[in-house]
Every structure is written in structure tokens, then in C-alpha cells.
């Protein structure tokens, strides 16, 4: 496979005002003669047939993404607003402020959710069970949801009776694999290995594990250690250092992001050692690494791509006038590019 990097972000600016035609699939109330509440817009949805209607121009899709401060998601952010423009719709997008804060990110859907300002909905949640009820409420007020780059718990989900009509990600083992595959390609049978995992339970970072183990253990490496720093730059510093000095014959670790792996970078220059240090994202700063001869490789993601796709899929639903209980959802994988010293 050739390997190549592309760079490019554009920077568009959306507009935030609301539009009609989007609280149609909303539950609101409104007063009647006697005083009394009564509720209204679901039905009213499926009587004139709105959402079937749907032109171009007069949608609003509320996008809940894991945080907007690291440049993974920001890529992710800027390509769903491009597509956004592209297909004539408006969209909000936003995160929580770190990717501990679950249970703010709840708070954040369920506030979007409530406001009745929405026609649909993408989620990239912070765990594959934080965001499962407020999917299913969502679902039981006659929205669609699209899943986004970190897997909503499938089994749960549907036991709830809550669906998704979507669910793009990244192909996170092959992630791991290729990352694997690269180190052992540098090293010979019987050394060992490293891997500094995300966060204990993310869907996405224990697909990239075991996509690298799978690797390691092909090729016959022996895997000294592998535990979770977070995502976080500190700890994984924290972590490698440790790694390094129990283990006298390290020769390689993989991080399951570029954060982490700038991290064991750092603790690798410091201990003076040759380690090779492998992370995930293509982030900029990593690529940069890589071309300066710090980190060996990164495995690049396209965290544009992803969202841009799960936005598409999202509005072909609604337009197409799905419903939550009879969706049938499609899951597409984007597949990774390995990026090392040699093809920048």
C-alpha cells in the first residue's frame, strides 16, 4: 500500500441561526383554550409528512462530539461543517471539556435534545454507555441518531430499544495492526514490546490494542507491558518512563494516540535509550516529530472524513423519512495511512 499524507484545513464559518422545519420530529406543548398542556409535533410530523419533505436549506442536525480542544477533533468538527455546506444544511457541534467529563457530555445531548431546535442527531460518545439512555430518549421523541467515530454499546443499546442509523469510524484494529506490523518490520523475534493504551474501556483504543497484539504476537515479540494512560500526554510520559526503566531491553511502544505518544517520546529522549515510539492520529505535531526524527511513525486517522460521512448518512436518513423504530443502520470503516520518516 502507498502511503502518503495529506494536510488541508479549511476554515468555514456557519451560521447559528434557527431555521424552520426541524422541530417537526420534536415533543413540545402548547396551551389550549382551558389552560391546560397538550402535546403536539410528533403527530403533526406524520400527518403533513415534513420530514419526508425535507428540502435542502431549512435543517438543523445537532452533533455532540467527545471534545473541541485536541486537533483530532477539531479536524473531525471542520469536516463536518464542510459537508454541512455542502448539503445546504445547519449544524451545531459540541463537546464536552475533556474526555473524563462523561457525564458533562450527557448533560450537553440532553440539553440539545430538549430544546427542540433539531432535527437529528450525531453522537461520538466519551464511553460506549454514557450516551446509551439519552440515545434511547432521543429515539422514543422521534429523532434519529447517528453514531460517530466511538461505538454506542450495541447490545445495550438495543436492549433499551434504541437504534442508530449509522456508525462511521475508523477501522481501529487495523489501526493497530498496521502500527504493529511496522514495528515488528523494525525488529527481530523475541524483543520486547510495549503498548500504552487510551482509556480503559473506549471501544476505539481496545480495538487498536488488540490490533497491535495480534501483530506483536504474529511476529513472535514479547509483550513486556500494556496499560491505559487516558489519552493523556503526562501519564503516558509517566507511564513510559516506568516502562523504560523495569524493562532493560525495551526496544519499541505503541500508543494508542498521538497525545500519548508524544508523552513516551519525551520519556524516551530522556532516558537515552533507542526506543521506538509509535502513535495513532497523524496529528500535526506528531507528523512533525516523525519528519524531525523523533517519533518513528504515526498511523493516520481521517477524523474529517469520518464526520463528514456520518453527517451524509444522517441527513439521506431524515430525508428519506426514517423512522428510530425501523431504521437499519450502516457501519462504514475509513481505512488508516502509515506515515513514517520515509514517505513524507
Same mark, same amino acid.
Given at each position: 500500500?502507498?502511503?502518503?499524507?495529506?494536510?488541508?484545513?479549511?476554515?468555514?464559518?456557519?451560521?447559528?441561526?434557527?431555521?424552520?422545519?426541524?422541530?417537526?420530529?420534536?415533543?413540545?406543548?402548547?396551551?389550549?383554550?382551558?389552560?391546560?398542556?397538550?402535546?403536539?409535533? /410528533?403527530?403533526?410530523?406524520?400527518? /403533513?409528512?415534513?420530514?419526508?419533505?425535507?428540502?435542502?436549506?431549512?435543517?438543523?442536525?445537532?452533533?455532540?462530539?467527545?471534545?473541541?480542544?485536541?486537533?483530532?477533533?477539531?479536524?473531525?468538527?471542520?469536516?463536518?461543517?464542510?459537508?454541512?455546506?455542502?448539503?445546504?444544511?445547519?449544524?451545531?457541534?459540541?463537546?464536552?471539556?475533556?474526555?473524563?467529563?462523561?457525564?458533562?457530555?450527557?448533560?450537553?445531548?440532553?440539553?440539545?435534545?430538549?430544546?427542540?431546535?433539531?432535527?437529528?442527531?450525531?453522537?461520538?460518545?466519551?464511553?460506549?454507555?454514557?450516551?446509551?439512555?439519552?440515545?434511547?430518549?432521543?429515539?422514543?421523541?422521534?429523532?434519529?441518531?447517528?453514531?460517530?467515530?466511538?461505538?454506542?454499546?450495541?447490545?445495550?443499546?438495543?436492549?433499551?430499544?434504541?437504534?442508530?442509523?449509522?456508525?462511521?469510524?475508523?477501522?481501529?484494529?487495523?489501526?493497530?495492526?498496521?502500527?504493529?506490523?511496522?514495528?515488528?518490520?523494525?525488529?527481530?523475534?523475541?524483543?520486547?514490546?510495549?503498548?500504552?493504551?487510551?482509556?480503559?474501556?473506549?471501544?476505539?483504543?481496545? !480495538?487498536?490494542?488488540?490490533?497491535?497484539?495480534?501483530?506483536?504476537?504474529?511476529?513472535?515479540?514479547?509483550?513486556?507491558?500494556?496499560?491505559?494512560?487516558?489519552?493523556?500526554?503526562?501519564?503516558?510520559? !509517566?507511564?513510559?518512563?516506568?516502562?523504560?526503566?523495569?524493562?532493560?531491553?525495551?526496544?519499541?511502544?505503541?500508543?494508542?494516540?498521538?497525545?500519548?505518544?508524544?508523552?513516551?517520546?519525551?520519556?524516551?529522549?530522556?532516558?537515552?535509550?533507542?526506543?521506538?515510539?509509535?502513535?495513532?492520529?497523524?496529528?500535526?505535531?506528531?507528523?512533525?516529530?516523525?519528519?524531525?526524527?523523533?517519533?518513528?511513525? /504515526?498511523?493516520?486517522?481521517?477524523?474529517?472524513?469520518?464526520?463528514?460521512?456520518?453527517?451524509?448518512?444522517?441527513?439521506?436518513?431524515?430525508?428519506?423519512?426514517?423512522?428510530?423504530? !425501523?431504521?437499519?443502520?450502516?457501519?462504514?470503516?475509513?481505512?488508516?495511512?502509515?506515515?513514517?520518516?520515509?514517505?513524507?
Amino acid at each position: 500500500m502507498k502511503k502518503k499524507l495529506l494536510a488541508t484545513m479549511l476554515i468555514v464559518s456557519m451560521g447559528a441561526t434557527l431555521l424552520s422545519g426541524c422541530g417537526n420530529s420534536a415533543k413540545e406543548t402548547e396551551a389550549t383554550a382551558d389552560g391546560t398542556e397538550q402535546t403536539a409535533g /410528533t403527530d403533526a410530523a406524520e400527518d /403533513t409528512g415534513a420530514a419526508e419533505a425535507a428540502p435542502t436549506g431549512d435543517e438543523k442536525y445537532g452533533i455532540v462530539i467527545k471534545v473541541l480542544s485536541s486537533e483530532f477533533w477539531q479536524s473531525m468538527e471542520q469536516g463536518i461543517r464542510d459537508k454541512a455546506e455542502e448539503l445546504g444544511v445547519e449544524v451545531e457541534v459540541l463537546g464536552a471539556s475533556s474526555e473524563d467529563a462523561v457525564e458533562e457530555q450527557v448533560t450537553i445531548f440532553e440539553t440539545m435534545l430538549q430544546s427542540g431546535e433539531y432535527c437529528a442527531f450525531g453522537v461520538a460518545p466519551l464511553s460506549d454507555s454514557n450516551l446509551v439512555n439519552t440515545v434511547v430518549e432521543a429515539n422514543e421523541s422521534g429523532y434519529l441518531v447517528a453514531n460517530i467515530d466511538e461505538e454506542v454499546n450495541a447490545d445495550t443499546l438495543t436492549a433499551q430499544g434504541g437504534a442508530v442509523v449509522s456508525f462511521v469510524t475508523t477501522d481501529n484494529q487495523v489501526v493497530g495492526k498496521t502500527a504493529g506490523e511496522y514495528i515488528a518490520s523494525q525488529l527481530q523475534e523475541g524483543d520486547e514490546v510495549a503498548i500504552i493504551e487510551g482509556k480503559a474501556g473506549a471501544t476505539s483504543g481496545e !480495538d487498536r490494542k488488540a490490533g497491535c497484539k495480534e501483530a506483536f504476537e504474529a511476529a513472535g515479540l514479547t509483550i513486556a507491558d500494556s496499560q491505559p494512560a487516558d489519552w493523556d500526554k503526562t501519564k503516558a510520559y !509517566d507511564l513510559a518512563t516506568n516502562l523504560i526503566s523495569k524493562n532493560d531491553n525495551l526496544k519499541a511502544i505503541y500508543c494508542c494516540n498521538d497525545t500519548m505518544a508524544m508523552g513516551a517520546q519525551e520519556a524516551a529522549v530522556n532516558s537515552g535509550k533507542d526506543i521506538i515510539i509509535v502513535g495513532t492520529d497523524g496529528n500535526s505535531d506528531a507528523i512533525e516529530s516523525v519528519k524531525a526524527g523523533g517519533l518513528t511513525a /504515526t498511523v493516520a486517522q481521517n477524523p474529517a472524513e469520518v464526520g463528514a460521512r456520518s453527517l451524509e448518512l444522517l441527513v439521506e436518513a431524515y430525508r428519506a423519512g426514517q423512522k428510530p423504530s !425501523d431504521v437499519e443502520r450502516i457501519d462504514e470503516r475509513i481505512e488508516p495511512i502509515l506515515i513514517t520518516i520515509d514517505e513524507n
